[in-house]
């Protein structure tokens, strides 16, 4: 009965590859969200969907390209990947925009 | 720029101490401010939010607007307290919101 559960819960990888992270919720929220948590525990937003549209998209690589099947689901892949994309990612979601957050547990990437 | 700020990064307590976690914000309007909290190795989940005045595990909060600032209080810590903090404001953008976190603070309470 989790709320937003990420898969992987860990993935370790090397320079260059091509990964993907994927987030379910089972909340019935219209408002999907990405975000990073870096080494010093930052946490910055990536993107924002709403109802399978992207709302929100904010500095981030173009090899980070999120998909939004349907408004349940909002998944990430990453290509070439970077030493600095090692962090933990987490999905979130909110009932609307600006509302609580529920998080799920992250899916914490290393990349070698 | 609208935005929170969270000046402390880290605050170590003894057990049974008043614990104050800042948070100060600069917005045009009214905030809509959280405290979210972190145990190790967990997910974030929500703490307080503002509009609710409620107190969740000993833990307040007071927006106070002329000071612009949201403090986190509990006035007895306890080992289970220990965990990373974060303020979240919801910043408008481009007819959305964007939930924006502060740097977070990491309390630590000492048996």
């Known amino acids: 009965d989790t709320a937003v559960s990420q898969t992987p819960k860990y993935l370790v990888t090397q320079m260059g590859n091509d990964k993907s992270i994927k987030c379910e919720q089972n909340?019935?929220?219209?408002?999907m969200y990405w975000y990073k948590q870096d080494s010093k525990k930052f946490l910055k937003i990536m993107f924002s969907?709403?109802?399978?549209?992207?709302?929100i998209n904010e500095t981030v690589p173009n090899r980070f390209s999120p998909k939004s099947p349907d408004k349940a689901h909002l998944n990430l892949h990453i290509n070439s990947l970077e030493l600095g994309d090692s962090a933990v990612y987490f999905c979130?979601?909110?009932?609307?925009?600006?509302?609580?957050?529920?998080f799920g547990e992250g899916s914490r990437l290393t990349v070698l | 720029a609208q935005r929170v700020t969270q000046p402390e990064k880290l605050l170590s307590v003894f057990k049974g101490a008043p614990v104050e976690l800042k948070c100060n914000y600069s917005y045009s309007g009214s905030p809509e401010l959280f405290w979210y909290v972190q145990y190790s190795r967990q997910r974030l989940q929500l703490l307080l939010r503002h509009i609710s005045r409620e107190s969740i595990k000993g833990f307040t909060a007071d927006l106070n607007k002329g000071e612009t600032s949201f403090h986190l209080k509990k006035p007895f810590a306890q080992e289970e307290d220990s965990a990373m903090y974060y303020c979240a404001l919801p910043v408008p953008s481009g007819g959305s919101y964007i939930p924006t976190f502060g740097r977070g603070t990491s309390l630590i309470v000492h048996p």
């Open positions: 979130a979601s909110s009932e609307e925009r600006g509302a609580k957050l529920f």
């Open positions: 969907y709403n109802n399978k549209e992207l709302i």
């Open positions: 909340l019935g929220h219209d408002t």
